[in-house]
């Protein structure tokens, strides 16, 4: 896959220090080659943001560093080995990942849900302990959730069910959580509440976020160190408003825009212009989800997105 013209672009590899790295990696679906030469050093206490066009390997880069997809070529570290050689237990007490579609029993309480992310936890013959009762009751604090406890989760706003989702991984005591579109599916108001309380677990509890979004607006003004991705290749990596302008949103998304100043944030602001809208770099996206909350769609395959 070639990238698009001018290669990478700001700080492509990190000097922070960084529990989750690829080196390297080629990721693939039966043989057929989805993203490669992908390296990238997660920033440990940051949040990051994958960015990019539909089909570019957003999410197909985050199952690699997840251990759900073994690259074809190249490694990914946690912690400094090779994430194939934990057992699955091990990676869910280093890691936690809340993908974009998660499975919920019918009838499960919030309680009951929130404590599963303690699984990771369990041995054959230890039973639940007073530590998994205050990681569960933690977590659903940090979250707000806690006055749900006894509610049925299908009973829950789409905002309330993600933050029980998030109360959930955190429960795993990780500190580093991968979020796969956290957003989809929710409204405008429900998709800020989830964006605010990253933040805030990031500030306040020093988690390593890193999460895939679709929106470039509400990735800059949320990423602390952002990853923008183009026809399976990273082409910019760094802080959002070192990398963000008219000339890297067009190349990537195939949109003219304008970039200013958030008048609130100070945060990178993306204006499509009028008449606007080509071919992104994804081999067939369009740059509709580059205005927050216009055409929000998720990928139409989770395994190239």
Same mark, same amino acid.
């Given at each position: ?55 570019? *390997? ?6 690699? #560093? /997840?251990?759900? %997809? =073994?690259?074809?070529? !190249?490694?990914? @570290? &946690? +912690? ?77 706003? *789409? ?6 989702? #998030? /109360?959930?991984? %955190? =429960?795993?005591?990780? !500190?580093?959580? @991968? &979020? +796969? ?94 008449? !606007? ?29």
């Amino acid at each position: 896959m070639s990238a698009p013209a001018d290669g990478p672009r700001g700080d492509h590899m990190t000097t922070a220090s960084t529990r989750l790295e690829a080196r390297d990696v080629t990721l693939a679906y039966d043989q057929r080659v989805v993203a490669e030469g992908l390296s990238v050093a997660i920033p440990d206490g940051r949040v990051t943001v994958i960015v990019g066009p539909n089909a570019c *390997g957003k999410s197909t880069l985050l199952r690699s #560093l /997840a251990r759900l %997809l =073994a690259p074809s070529a !190249g490694t990914v @570290l &946690l +912690d400094g080995d090779d994430v194939r050689s934990y057992r699955t237990k091990e990676v869910a007490r280093r890691l936690a990942l809340l993908p974009q579609s998660v499975e919920v029993p019918d009838g499960i309480s919030v309680l009951d849900l929130v404590a599963r992310g303690r699984f990771a936890h369990q041995r054959l013959l230890r039973q639940w302990s007073r530590d998994d009762e205050v990681a569960v009751r933690a977590a659903m604090a940090a979250t707000g959730v806690d006055e749900l406890a006894d509610r049925g989760v299908g009973e829950l706003s *789409g905002g309330q069910r993600q933050r029980v989702l #998030l /109360a959930m991984v %955190l =429960a795993q005591q990780s !500190g580093l959580l @991968l &979020l +796969d579109e956290p957003t989809t599916f929710l409204d405008l108001a429900h998709q800020y509440e989830v964006l605010e309380l990253c933040r805030r677990l990031n500030r306040e509890r020093g988690d390593t976020v890193v999460a895939v979004l679709h929106d470039l607006n509400q990735a800059a003004r949320y990423a602390d160190h952002l990853v923008v991705m183009a026809a399976g290749e990273i082409v910019a990596e760094g802080r959002p408003a070192d990398l963000l302008d008219a000339e890297l949103v067009e190349r990537v998304f195939g949109l003219p825009v304008r970039v200013i100043a958030d008048p609130v944030t100070g945060a990178p602001l993306v204006i499509p212009l009028p008449g !606007g809208g080509g071919s992104a770099a994804s081999g067939g996206g369009s740059g509709a989800e580059v205005v927050a909350g216009s055409g929000h769609r998720p990928d139409a395959d989770a395994r190239t997105s």
